[in-house]
């Protein structure tokens, strides 16, 4: 026994002392000057007219704060109904907020607006009260200033990309009650009312663009976020043992993450046994775990707003049954295959192509898994990006073959979230182990 608890103090810390020197650091953010240089670079790729982004409005139910990904990307500001303005043809930023009553300072705090240190924090040179917005807005579109770059599409979130913002908003209306624009769409009419003579673009892809590629201030952010998550998963996993609930599996991971600087999770963590294992995105958490259960575990923390996803799927008592070695290892195999493919330039087809050689070569049998490029992951979960595309060097995604056979409840998911590089791939989450043995032998430590 005694030997077991200093085998699991050890490995706790080797992977904190992969941390040691970023902890301090962990909720600092990013430099004024990196958002500067987003900022510029938006700018040359629009070229014209007035780019404006809203900010978040308000907390989330009983939750921190977290501002719209967009505004935050281009500003790093967290005050609530923030909007900002560039103007691309003079280089130029102004920050509107809204003007605090001394009530309010007494209960939320001062915003850039009304501390007097606002302009050196943030790096915007112009911070103007909320209500003047539109005066400006009306004066800048009288020097021919013709083009209004907003977005037009809808937002994403910290746990899902635009696309499902869109199919949630459908979802949602499907009811004739709930049918109501959002707040986005609200803000775009009114624009378009009050100044008909302007034309709208959506400045989202391009956004999107640039939030795809990693900045290096972010990949050192991401690498961080990756021991944090890899180490909360691995506790849980330790943790693990028949008569557990998965909520308190979830706890384990919870408080590693939020420990070590974490904001939270990334997404509702997912916490599946037995038959709940095989539910996709199953939350609720709320199964005991009996002996001979998979337990799939699918989380991330969020970092500095950036996300981290990740997938083990481990035995409950301990040790895989032979059925469920066989399935498990022909998913690690895909996943292995798809990660030794992955570099500047590949294809999905050219990962698939790969898989299947590398497969046929270990004389495996795939189970119908072709293996290719998952889901981009950053500030949002499901982040945005380019799909269809060659990869490129910063990009940054979740892999995550899976194989489900709801008959026997052997339900398999390994997930990795992965860097490109100049050469070749780095596995950001790769402190949390996945191969059988590995998996094993952690679980031997409880």
Same mark, same amino acid.
């Given at each position: 026994?005694?030997?077991?608890?200093?085998?699991?103090?050890?490995?706790? &810390?080797?992977?904190?002392?992969?941390?040691?020197? #970023?902890?301090?650091?962990?909720?600092?953010?990013?430099?004024?000057?990196? !958002?500067?240089?987003?900022?510029?670079?938006?700018?040359?790729?629009?070229?014209?007219?007035?780019?404006?982004?809203?900010?978040?409005?308000?907390?989330?139910?009983?939750?921190?704060?977290?501002?719209?990904? +967009?505004?935050?990307?281009?500003?790093?500001?967290?005050?609530?109904?923030?909007?900002?303005?560039?103007?691309?043809?003079?280089?130029?930023?102004?920050?509107?907020?809204?003007?605090?009553?001394?009530?309010?300072?007494?209960?939320?705090?001062?915003?850039?607006?009304? +501390?007097?240190?606002?302009?050196?924090?943030?790096?915007?040179?112009?911070?103007?009260?909320?209500?003047?917005?539109?005066?400006?807005?009306?004066?800048?579109?009288?020097?021919?200033?013709?083009?209004?770059?907003?977005?037009?599409?809808?937002?994403?979130?910290?746990?899902?990309?635009?696309?499902?913002?869109?199919?949630?908003? $459908?979802? =949602? #209306? /499907?009811?004739?009650?709930?049918?109501?624009? #959002?707040?986005?769409?609200?803000?775009?009419?009114?624009?378009?009312?009050?100044?008909?003579?302007?034309? !709208?673009?959506?400045?989202?892809?391009?956004?999107?663009?640039?939030?795809?590629?990693?900045?290096?201030?972010? @990949?050192?952010?991401?690498?961080?976020?990756?021991?944090? #998550?890899?180490?909360?998963?691995?506790?849980?996993?330790?943790?693990?043992?028949?008569?557990?609930? *998965?909520? /308190?599996?979830?706890?384990?991971?919870?408080?590693?993450?939020?420990?070590?600087?974490?904001?939270?999770?990334?997404?509702?963590?997912?916490?599946?046994?037995?038959?709940?294992?095989?539910?996709?995105?199953?939350?609720?958490?709320?199964? /005991?775990?009996?002996?001979?259960?998979?337990?799939?575990? +699918?989380?991330?923390?969020?970092?500095?707003?950036?996300?981290?996803?990740?997938?083990?799927?481990?035995?409950?008592?301990?040790?895989?049954?032979?059925? /469920?070695?066989?399935?498990? =290892?022909?998913?690690?195999? %895909?996943?292995?295959? &798809? @990660? *030794?493919?992955?570099?500047?330039?590949?294809?999905?087809?050219?990962?698939? *192509?790969?898989?299947?050689?590398?497969?046929?070569?270990?004389?495996?049998?795939?189970?119908?898994?072709?293996?290719?490029?998952?889901?981009?992951?950053?500030?949002?979960?499901?982040?945005?990006?380019?799909?269809?595309?060659?990869? *490129?060097?910063?990009?940054?995604?979740?892999?995550?073959? $899976?194989?489900?056979?709801?008959?026997?409840?052997? &339900?398999? =998911?390994?997930?990795?979230?992965?860097?490109?590089?100049?050469?070749? &791939?780095?596995?950001?989450?790769?402190?949390?182990?996945?191969?059988?043995?590995? %998996?094993?032998?952690?679980?031997?430590?409880?």
């Amino acid at each position: 026994m005694l030997k077991k608890y200093f085998v699991r103090v050890l490995a706790i &810390c080797v992977l904190m002392a992969g941390l040691a020197g #970023s902890l301090a650091a962990q909720r600092a953010g990013f430099s004024k000057e990196e !958002f500067a240089q987003r900022r510029n670079l938006l700018m040359e790729k629009t070229g014209e007219g007035i780019i404006i982004l809203f900010g978040a409005v308000q907390d989330a139910p009983a939750g921190h704060f977290r501002q719209d990904n +967009d505004f935050y990307y281009y500003t790093g500001v967290e005050d609530a109904s923030a909007v900002v303005v560039l103007l691309p043809k003079y280089k130029k930023c102004a920050l509107y907020l809204p003007t605090q009553p001394e009530r309010e300072i007494e209960f939320v705090g001062r915003n850039l607006l009304t +501390d007097p240190r606002g302009k050196e924090l943030s790096g915007i040179e112009e911070i103007r009260p909320l209500e003047e917005f539109d005066m400006h807005l009306a004066r800048l579109s009288g020097r021919g200033l013709g083009t209004i770059f907003m977005r037009l599409s809808p937002a994403d979130e910290v746990d899902g990309s635009r696309t499902e913002t869109a199919m949630d908003n $459908a979802r =949602r #209306s /499907q009811i004739h009650y709930n049918a109501v624009m #959002s707040l986005d769409q609200y803000r775009i009419q009114r624009l378009k009312e009050r100044y008909p003579a302007l034309q !709208f673009k959506d400045v989202a892809p391009i956004i999107d663009r640039q939030r795809m590629k990693k900045t290096p201030a972010e @990949i050192e952010a991401l690498r961080r976020n990756g021991k944090i #998550s890899a180490l909360s998963v691995r506790e849980a996993m330790r943790a693990t043992k028949p008569g557990m609930w *998965e909520y /308190q599996l979830e706890a384990e991971a919870l408080y590693m993450s939020q420990k070590n600087g974490a904001v939270g999770p990334a997404y509702s963590p997912i916490v599946g046994s037995g038959p709940n294992a095989c539910v996709y995105h199953y939350s609720r958490n709320s199964r /005991q775990i009996e002996d001979g259960d998979l337990v799939l575990m +699918d989380y991330g923390a969020n970092l500095d707003y950036l996300c981290i996803d990740i997938t083990r799927t481990w035995p409950g008592n301990g040790s895989f049954t032979a059925e /469920q070695k066989e399935v498990y =290892r022909a998913v690690l195999e %895909v996943q292995k295959a &798809c @990660i *030794e493919a992955y570099r500047p330039g590949v294809t999905e087809k050219d990962v698939k *192509e790969y898989v299947a050689k590398a497969m046929k070569k270990k004389g495996l049998d795939p189970r119908g898994l072709e293996g290719g490029i998952g889901h981009f992951v950053g500030l949002a979960t499901h982040d945005v990006g380019v799909y269809g595309i060659p990869l *490129e060097e910063g990009m940054v995604f979740a892999i995550e073959p $899976a194989l489900y056979y709801r008959d026997t409840n052997t &339900c398999i =998911r390994v997930e990795d979230t992965v860097l490109i590089t100049k050469d070749g &791939c780095e596995v950001l989450t790769s402190a949390v182990p996945k191969e059988i043995e590995e %998996v094993e032998a952690l679980m031997r430590e409880n």
